[in-house]
């Protein structure tokens, strides 16, 4: 049976212009109904009734060549659908309020590139980029050397290894926001308390900036360790047996053996790490909401632990400017972006050469 | 292999029957939503309220006005932060086409949503009220539901003991001469501080960015006199000498105040402080009554307490009051039924409700309930005898607080003095302004 009867043919053809069909008239239903006229009850079955035979009718559509094609693209077709629904669509939506004057609720004019001029003009913004990347640079190194070491001592031999892991990593287990609450109180009252000062850490810039590192490695570090003992656990224990039979002793194991082994796994967490750290919100958040007074150029700024992500946030939430918090998150995205891909090229360069 | 076939279909026409169903009724809902309401046709109104300490009382007001009328009223509370306010909400719901009836807004709000507000001019209670919003172009577009008020507020008990007559308290040197007479019995009252002033940025930014710094541009001034906001509005302009005045005055405030509070305190510090009778004054208005009211320690050792002004000028005896925030009809919403219900909500059982259980003080004239909200006789006084200056500062320009709480912050750590205080206001305002 190579060919298709015609019977066949049309059938399969009736059923696709029938789905189609009812697709349209669901949506035409809906046009009158939004418009304020004759609300027609049934379009939602009519849509998704509509949707079904569709999906029928190319289904049987008659072709034996791409028969296959179809029914991977109708397997696939959920996915994408809702890829584009939540991912695309919206990105599409963010860049272009960017050009407008979108203000959260209506927008009365395209104003080009101006958002883009007007959020370089800004202090607090060019400050809270400045912040983003030395918060990212120091996180980077300390989370990775700390939850290294973590992971060094948790694949030693030492009493209740379990609980030390456990433990280790349980910070990571509690949301960012509670986190944050709960550091507040210890910087706060505890710490003003032990150190006897008036104020707390968290009321400089500086200081509160210490402090959100401090808190972001206590999360963090467990998270990181639990990978790097994955790859520990995973160097070959004749590997290490030959070494130690040739003599080499601790220090020589870890650099010669263990750390070059694990390439693979610093390159997994080094990333991690890294665009986690640009995203850093949650316990700015909670722990400071950005506050801080900073003297930038002559400026005095208000924002002095604010990093990118929450000066968007209050771009748009607290100021009410949705349009130029639009554009930050754009250039967001394209730092974010750039980054992942240097570091993903450059690493991967690193594990062939190995 | 026949039977898997059928097995096959069946199942399909199972799913294919339940995805008509549940799409029909979808289809229903959101036919109401996306249409503004015209699918409520059974009588619902919906009511977004940014007020979370009176939630239970407005749900208790809603099941009255069902009972009454047989219209059914959604109430959804948002707020009671700075990080989720109920105008997020409202853009939410605006993008998903499911706005409210009648929702919360604060002055500075209303331009947002110029144009899409129902007018409620000419309805019964405007006759009954002075402090309804009305916009530039004369339509009435917001409804008052409660009134509140702000100036410096007393532990009246404390201040008797020390001699202190709150009513003088009308220039800079009788606070000044008042807060050396309690400081100078405070170990005997056991007071930890004279007063209570908390001006962390991140905790109560709203506190001084908003309220403490309208009576820079309100105090002592005739309620619609708006010199100073039209000034500040105007490209973030102060008036270098009221601002002098005004922060040598919050310095004598920081003097006698809990320097640990005033830099690190939360809300809950400032309570706790209040409360327990540890400190004769302090730096908030009337809903702070309800904190009290909640607070154990109070429960206990409850003392009387009022309201002065804060006048860093001589002469200044007004407070900041009015409404914070009103009720306003969306215009595609269900405006009959709202009109209707906020109609009955200005009448006698509904007032009974928000003034004797809700705590909030009436802005309507003939209310003859009075909360037993501990500062309502007081706010009540302020209000008959015409001494409230305008709320002003709800219409700078939305976000400035967070700046300007920070100023107050270092302002309170010592990191400005006077002069740097208030240049550093000038200069804070006229770039957010310029921004």
């Known amino acids: 049976m190579n060919e298709f009867s015609a019977g066949r043919k049309a059938v399969s053809f009736l059923i696709l212009l029938a789905g189609i069909a009812l697709l349209v008239g669901a949506l035409i239903f809906d046009g009158i109904a939004s418009s304020g006229g004759y609300d027609f009850g049934g379009r939602g079955a009519m849509l998704v009734c509509g949707i079904l035979v569709t999906i029928a009718g190319i289904y049987l559509f008659p072709t034996l060549k791409h028969h296959r094609a179809i029914v991977y693209g109708l397997f696939l077709f959920p996915l994408l659908f809702t890829f584009l629904l939540t991912v695309i669509i919206p990105m599409c939506f963010g860049i272009a309020y960017s050009f407008t004057d979108w203000n959260g609720i209506r927008l009365t004019k395209v104003v080009g590139f101006n958002n883009y001029i007007a959020m370089f003009k800004r202090p607090e913004f060019l400050w809270s980029i400045i912040v983003t990347f030395l918060f990212v640079l120091l996180n980077v190194i300390l989370v990775n050397v700390i939850g290294f070491l973590l992971a060094l001592l948790c694949t030693t031999k030492i009493k209740a290894l379990g609980f030390f892991r456990a433990s280790y990593f349980l910070p990571n287990l509690i949301g960012g926001i509670v986190l944050g609450y709960v550091w507040k109180f210890i910087f706060n009252k505890v710490l003003t308390q032990i150190m006897n000062t008036e104020t707390s850490m968290l009321t400089s810039s500086g200081t509160a900036l210490i402090a959100i590192v401090v808190v972001y490695i206590w999360q963090y570090g467990g998270y990181i360790m639990l990978i790097y003992i994955t790859g520990l656990t995973g160097v070959p224990a004749d590997t290490l047996e030959a070494a130690s039979i040739d003599g080499a002793n601790a220090w020589q194991t870890l650099t010669k053996i263990k750390i070059p082994m694990i390439a693979p796994t610093i390159t997994i967490c080094t990333f991690l790490t890294l665009t986690s750290a640009f995203k850093q919100f949650d316990v700015n958040l909670a722990l400071t909401n950005g506050s801080g007074s900073v003297n930038f150029f002559g400026n005095y700024i208000t924002n002095g632990s604010e990093m990118l992500a929450l000066n968007i946030y209050h771009t748009a939430f607290t100021e009410n400017n949705y349009a130029l918090s639009q554009a930050e998150s754009v250039l967001f995205f394209i730092i974010l972006a750039i980054v992942s891909i240097i570091q993903v090229r450059s690493s991967n360069k690193k594990e062939v050469s190995l | ?435």
């Open chain 2, 1 to 435: 292999m026949r039977g898997k076939k059928f097995l096959t279909a069946a199942l399909c026409a199972a799913m294919a029957v339940s995805l008509v169903a549940c799409g029909s009724n979808g289809g229903g809902s959101n036919g109401g939503g996306s249409t503004g309401g015209s699918g409520k046709g059974d009588g619902e109104v919906t009511l977004l309220n940014g007020k979370p300490e009176i939630d239970t009382q407005l749900q208790a007001l809603a099941k009255k006005y069902t009972d009454e009328t047989k219209v059914k009223v959604n109430i959804q509370t948002v707020g009671g932060s700075n990080q989720a306010t109920a105008s997020d909400t409202l853009k939410k719901d605006y993008q998903a086409g499911t706005m409210p009836d009648i929702f919360v807004a604060e002055t500075n709000q209303f331009a947002n949503w110029e144009g899409m507000l129902a007018d409620l001019k000419g309805e019964k209670w405007t006759s009954n009220t002075d402090v309804e919003y009305v916009d530039a172009s004369g339509a009435t577009i917001g409804y008052p539901y409660q009134v509140e008020a702000h100036g410096m507020a007393y532990n009246a008990d404390i201040l008797e003991k020390c001699g202190v007559d709150p009513t003088k308290l009308t220039s800079y040197s009788a606070y000044e001469d008042a807060f050396k007479k309690i400081d100078a019995k405070k170990s005997e009252l056991g007071l930890t501080a004279v007063v209570d002033y908390g001006a962390n940025n991140t905790n109560l930014g709203w506190s001084t960015g908003t309220h403490l710094f309208g009576h820079y541009l309100d105090a002592g001034l005739a309620m619609t006199d708006t010199k100073y906001i039209d000034l500040l509005n105007n490209g973030g302009q102060i008036d270098k000498d009221r601002m002098t005045a005004f922060a040598k005055f919050v310095d004598l405030i920081q003097k006698y105040a809990d320097k640990t509070v005033a830099v690190n305190g939360t809300y809950d510090d400032q309570t706790a402080l209040f409360a327990k009778g540890k400190a004769a004054f302090v730096t908030q208005g009337s809903w702070f009554g309800a904190n009290l009211t909640s607070n154990d320690d109070y429960k206990k050792n409850s003392f009387k307490v009022g309201i002065a002004p804060v006048a860093f000028i001589d002469g200044i005896d007004t407070i900041l009051g009015g409404p914070s925030s009103y009720w306003a009809v969306y215009k595609d919403g269900d405006v009959d039924l709202a009109k209707a219900f906020l109609q009955w909500c200005s009448e006698d059982t509904a007032q009974q409700i928000l003034v004797e259980e809700a705590g909030l003080v009436s802005p309507f004239k003939d209310c003859k309930y009075t909360a037993k909200d501990p500062f309502a006789a007081a706010v009540t006084k302020y209000m008959n005898d015409g001494k409230f200056s305008g709320w002003h500062t709800f219409i700078k320009k939305d976000g400035l607080q967070n700046k300007t709480g920070q100023v107050f912050q270092d302002f309170a750590d010592g990191k400005l003095d006077v002069d740097k205080f208030v240049s550093t206001m000038e200069s804070v305002c006229k770039s957010y302004y310029a921004s």
